[in-house]
């Protein structure tokens, strides 16, 4: 009967593992999340391993060899295999993919490419010293920078900015 199996694999292999796995018609899950970093004034979004160095597999042990699992590239071990292998609850790995989807989907707005912005949008600074200032784009500046246009003390400054600093109002 198919069921969920947590492999053991060699340090940062689960990736050629499932690969691997995949090649072989067997279905994997690799459970991952999403991690902010900031690099060269980017924000970048990236995916880690949930559980560094384990992975999903699903298979019929009557019908896949258990030996042909363990042969396979980058895996040490399925978890637990002595006499009797123990399958995991499909609500288990229900739930983490579940967890995942959410995770992922709060920071989709973020990471899908916008349109570029257009001069005289409205903008509100998300990070800096202006932060949750509003002001009004007014060209772009490079590939990563533009300039903004807002009030300050009465008079209207334009201010060089990364593109990642301000982000389009909201429509009400």
Not at 140 to 158: A, H
């Amino acid at each position: 009967m198919k069921a969920w199996y947590l492999l053991y694999c060699k340090p940062r292999g689960e990736a050629r593992a499932q690969q691997n796995l995949a090649l072989q018609g067997i279905e994997t899950y690799l459970p991952t999340f999403p991690e902010k970093k900031l690099q060269k004034g980017q924000v970048t979004v990236r995916r880690v391993s949930l559980f560094p160095s384990y992975l999903f597999v699903y298979f019929d042990p009557e019908v896949t060899s258990v030996a042909r699992i363990h042969s396979t590239r980058g895996v040490i071990r399925i978890v637990g295999c002595k006499e009797l292998m123990t399958a995991i609850d499909e609500s288990v790995i229900h739930r983490i993919k579940m967890r995942e989807h959410k995770l992922m989907s709060q920071l989709m707005p973020e990471s899908v490419a916008q349109p570029e912005m257009v001069q005289g949008e409205n903008v509100c600074f998300t990070e800096g010293p202006f932060a949750e200032l509003e002001g009004v784009f007014d060209e772009s500046n490079g590939e990563k920078r533009c300039f903004v246009l807002f009030e300050l003390m009465g008079k209207q400054q334009r201010v060089a900015v990364d593109k990642s600093a301000i982000s389009r109002l909201d429509k009400k």
